[in-house]
């Protein structure tokens, strides 16, 4: 299993500090499921099971510090897709690749519904991180509308396949990117509302038969409202290759139960 944080815009530098202690210590006693990464090779390891922090840009110094020399690996929440230039504000892959991170979080409901980001930058944001030797994890998820209306897997594929096309299209050959989806409906997201374990595992085993239709293998999280009392029913769905966690991330005891629930 894989087990990923997305703290979102939150915490204090000392907050953030003691809790990249924490995944430091959860995932030294947790041995199940700190094997995904290898101390100093952090870049070419495994993918299929580790914990995985997405701190806001400015603590990537501070996680670079703590968490080099443990198992955690971690990453930004966004990147620009473009490699460099007059984009005030914005921070490149090959910034956050400077600090020793692996892994960027691409497409998140959040970026795609405030800062407009379609299905052909965040392959382009991919794609950058590519080149700077980061992986991607990629957020597709359909809204409260969609699923009323029976769009839910129509959408999600729509996402992945513009999205991934493009991507594959731009990939250099000898790329070494590993690739993570989550699955996140937006209506779950920081609400409470969790989608059923049917929801999960049908949308689950559309998401891997489209990659296969494309010819990728990639785990496939869930993330939406994960909680320690959810964890352990929704890492025994079928299809479901660990989660993506935001509120319930920015406690350590919290995060602790449910790296304990996929052990
Ligand atoms: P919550 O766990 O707070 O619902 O957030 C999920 C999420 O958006 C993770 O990326």
Redesign the pocket.
């Known amino acids: 299993m894989i087990i990923a944080a997305?703290w979102?815009m939150n915490l204090s530098r000392r907050n953030a500090g003691d809790l990249l202690k924490s995944y430091r210590d959860i995932a030294a006693t947790k041995a199940n499921i700190s094997d995904g990464g290898g101390e100093g090779d952090k870049k070419v390891s495994g993918v299929s099971s580790g914990l995985i922090a997405?701190v806001p840009a400015c603590y990537l110094p501070l996680a670079e510090d703590i968490l080099s020399l443990t198992s955690v690996q971690f990453g930004a929440q966004d990147c620009h897709a473009e490699a460099k230039g007059a984009f005030t504000g914005d921070v490149s892959a090959s910034m956050i690749a400077d600090f020793s991170a692996c892994w960027v979080?691409c497409g998140?409901?959040?970026r795609r519904q405030y800062h407009a980001e379609t299905d052909d930058v965040i392959a382009g944001k991919m794609t950058q991180a590519a080149q700077s030797g980061l992986n991607a994890l990629l957020?597709v998820g359909e809204s409260h509308e969609d699923r009323l209306s029976n769009q839910s897997i129509d959408v999600v594929t729509r996402q992945l396949m513009s999205t991934l096309q493009i991507w594959q299209s731009s990939r250099a050959d000898n790329s070494t990117q590993l690739l993570v989806i989550?699955y996140?409906p937006i209506w779950?997201?920081?609400?409470g509302l969790v989608a059923s374990l049917e929801q999960i595992s049908e949308m689950h085993a559309a998401i891997k038969a489209c990659l296969a239709g494309l010819g990728i293998a990639a785990p496939v999280l869930y993330?939406?409202?994960?909680?320690p009392d959810n964890a352990a029913d929704i890492f025994a769905v079928a299809d479901v290759d660990g989660a993506?966690?935001?509120?319930?991330?920015l406690n350590a005891e919290g995060f602790s139960q449910i790296v304990e629930a996929a052990s």
């Open positions: 997305n979102k997405f979080l998140h409901s959040e957020c989550a996140e779950a997201i920081g609400t993330g939406g409202s994960v909680k993506l966690v935001g509120g319930a991330s």
